[in-house]
Nanobody, 118 residues
Framework: QVQLVESGGGLVQPGGSLRLSCAASGIIFSIFTMGWYRQAPGKKRELVAIITSGDSTDYADSVKGRFTISRDNAQSTVYLQMNSLPSEDTAVYYC????????????WGQGTQVTVSS
């Protein structure tokens, strides 16, 4: 069975840092595009960062320069390094694996809570 397990979330003070991890199983990890999404209270889920199978990356404007997405294909794990966190980054962060030619073409993790607060 396909499983995406996020970890690394928690409570952090404004200006602090966290590193999220998403460990995948049940997929050929190296060919999937991996992404991080988030959903803040009262808002729709939004794309935060994406990394393709060729290691191309893209970020939401709100996190450019502060967040870094990376992947370790040997460990089937994607990471999100988050720095200089303001309270606006508080959200549930979700891992997503995409490969359009598969059925289903994508999978979601269960999410991990990130709370930025004093």
């Amino acid at each position: 069975q396909v499983q995406l397990v996020e970890s690394g979330g928690g409570l952090v003070q404004p200006g602090g840092s966290l590193r999220l991890s998403c460990a995948a199983s049940g997929i050929i990890f190296s060919i999937f595009t991996m992404g991080w999404y988030r959903q803040a209270p009262g808002k729709k889920r939004e794309l935060v960062a994406i990394i393709t199978s060729g290691d191309s990356t893209d970020y939401a404007d709100s996190v450019k320069g502060r967040f870094t997405i990376s992947r370790d294909n040997a460990q089937s794990t994607v990471y999100l390094q988050m720095n200089s966190l303001p309270s606006e980054d508080t959200a549930v962060y979700y891992c997503k694996a995409d490969y359009p030619r598969w059925s289903p073409p994508y999978y979601w993790g269960q999410g991990t809570q990130v709370t930025v607060s004093s």
